[in-house]
C-alpha cells in the first residue's frame, strides 16, 4: 500500500507533462487549410525553422519553450510533412483530413464568372501584388493569438467552400465570411502594421495588414477604407466599413488570414474551428 502515494505522484505528473500547451490547444489543427504547432528545443537562440522552403511563425510559450506555428495549404496532401531546421535536422508532423462542402453562387455579372482580355490583365497585376503581400515575413512578434473578431455577427460561408459560380467551378474559399451590414465598422483582431491598401477586381476594396512573422490578414469587399499604407494598428482599431465592393452578392465581410504565405481557417484563431 505503501507505494501507492508515490505512483499515484508519478502518473499524474506524467499527465500534466502531457497535456496540450494553450497554445497547441487552440491552434493546432493539422489538417489542409490548417495550422499545425510543433514543439522546438528550448534554448535562448530564437529558432529558425522552414516549411515547403519558407520561414515560419515561431514563439516561446511561458517564456521555456520554443515552437512553430505553421499554415498549411489548402491543397496539401495527407500524412508525413517535415520541418526543416537551421541545423539540417528535421521535425515530422502528420496532415490529417477533412472534408469541405460545396457552396453555390449566382452571379449576374458574367465578367465577375468569365473575365474578359483586359479584365484578365488587371487581374494578374493585382494577384501580384497580393502575393508579394502574403508573403511579407517580418520580424515582429504577433500581439496576441487568440484574435479578436473582426465584425460582430453571424458567420456565413465557411472556410475551404468548394466554390461554383453560375455553375462553373472556382478556386476554393479563402476566408471566412460574416453576415454583417453595410457601413459596420472593421477592426483589427490583433495589433499590426497596413502592408497593402487597394482596389481589386475580385475583392473590391481591401486592406493588407501584417501581424508579425508571416501572420497576415486581409480584409476585403469595403465600402470604406479607414487607414493608409505603412499605418500601425492597435488591436481593435478600425480599419474600414463593411462593404459589396469587388464580386460579392451583398453586404458582408470577407476576413483572410494567412501563415508562411499559406491561407489558413481564420476560425482556428477565434475559437470557432469545426473539425
Given at each position: 500500500?505503501?507505494?501507492?502515494?508515490?505512483?499515484?505522484?508519478?502518473?499524474c505528473?506524467?499527465?500534466?507533462?502531457?497535456?496540450?500547451?494553450?497554445?497547441?490547444?487552440?491552434?493546432?489543427?493539422?489538417?489542409?487549410?490548417?495550422?499545425?504547432?510543433?514543439?522546438?528545443?528550448?534554448?535562448?537562440?530564437?529558432?529558425?525553422?522552414?516549411?515547403?522552403?519558407?520561414?515560419v511563425l515561431?514563439?516561446?510559450?511561458?517564456?521555456?519553450?520554443?515552437?512553430?506555428?505553421?499554415?498549411?495549404?489548402?491543397?496539401s496532401?495527407?500524412?508525413?510533412?517535415?520541418?526543416?531546421?537551421?541545423?539540417?535536422?528535421?521535425?515530422?508532423?502528420?496532415?490529417?483530413?477533412?472534408?469541405?462542402?460545396?457552396?453555390?453562387?449566382?452571379?449576374?455579372?458574367?465578367?465577375?464568372?468569365?473575365?474578359?482580355?483586359?479584365?484578365?490583365?488587371?487581374?494578374?497585376?493585382?494577384?501580384?501584388?497580393?502575393?508579394?503581400?502574403?508573403?511579407?515575413?517580418?520580424?515582429?512578434?504577433?500581439?496576441?493569438?487568440?484574435?479578436?473578431?473582426?465584425?460582430?455577427?453571424?458567420?456565413?460561408?465557411?472556410?475551404?467552400?468548394?466554390?461554383?459560380?453560375n455553375?462553373?467551378?472556382?478556386?476554393?474559399?479563402?476566408?471566412?465570411?460574416?453576415?454583417?451590414?453595410?457601413?459596420?465598422?472593421?477592426?483589427?483582431?490583433?495589433?499590426?502594421?497596413?502592408?497593402?491598401?487597394?482596389?481589386?477586381?475580385?475583392?473590391?476594396?481591401?486592406?493588407?495588414?501584417?501581424?508579425?512573422?508571416?501572420?497576415?490578414?486581409?480584409?476585403?469587399?469595403?465600402?470604406?477604407?479607414?487607414?493608409?499604407?505603412?499605418?500601425?494598428?492597435?488591436?481593435?482599431?478600425?480599419?474600414?466599413?463593411?462593404?459589396?465592393t469587388?464580386?460579392?452578392?451583398?453586404?458582408?465581410?470577407?476576413?483572410?488570414?494567412s501563415?508562411?504565405d499559406?491561407?489558413?481557417?481564420?476560425?482556428?484563431?477565434?475559437?470557432?474551428?469545426?473539425?
Open positions: 500500500m505503501r507505494l501507492l502515494f508515490p505512483l499515484c505522484l508519478l502518473l505528473s506524467a499527465a500534466l507533462q502531457a497535456e496540450p500547451s494553450f497554445i497547441s490547444r487552440l491552434l493546432n489543427q493539422p489538417v489542409p487549410g490548417g495550422v499545425a504547432v510543433i514543439p522546438l528545443d528550448e534554448g535562448s537562440q530564437t529558432p529558425a525553422p522552414r516549411y515547403e522552403g519558407k520561414p515561431v514563439v516561446k510559450e511561458q517564456g521555456k519553450q520554443w515552437i512553430a506555428i505553421v499554415g498549411i495549404p489548402l491543397k496532401k495527407l500524412g508525413g510533412h517535415q520541418l526543416d531546421l537551421a541545423d539540417g535536422r528535421t521535425l515530422a508532423f502528420k496532415v490529417e483530413g477533412k472534408h469541405y462542402r460545396e457552396q453555390h453562387i449566382k452571379l449576374n455579372n458574367k465578367r465577375q464568372v468569365n473575365p474578359n482580355p483586359d479584365d484578365l490583365a488587371r487581374i494578374q497585376r493585382e494577384l501580384a501584388e497580393q502575393t508579394q503581400a502574403y508573403q511579407t515575413f517580418s520580424p515582429i512578434q504577433p500581439s496576441n493569438l487568440l484574435f479578436d473578431k473582426p465584425v460582430q455577427g453571424p458567420l456565413s460561408s465557411p472556410f475551404g467552400l468548394r466554390r461554383f459560380f455553375g462553373e467551378e472556382r478556386n476554393p474559399h479563402s476566408g471566412l465570411d460574416f453576415a454583417v451590414g453595410a457601413g459596420t465598422p472593421v477592426k483589427a483582431p490583433a495589433a499590426g502594421k497596413v502592408i497593402l491598401v487597394g482596389n481589386y477586381f475580385f475583392n473590391g476594396n481591401t486592406v493588407f495588414v501584417d501581424h508579425g512573422q508571416g501572420l497576415i490578414s486581409m480584409f476585403c469587399h469595403l465600402s470604406k477604407v479607414d487607414v493608409t499604407m505603412g499605418q500601425s494598428l492597435p488591436r481593435g482599431g478600425i480599419l474600414g466599413r463593411v462593404g459589396s469587388g464580386r460579392a452578392t451583398g453586404p458582408h465581410l470577407h476576413w483572410n488570414v501563415l508562411n499559406s491561407r489558413v481557417d481564420p476560425a482556428i484563431f477565434i475559437g470557432a474551428f469545426k473539425p
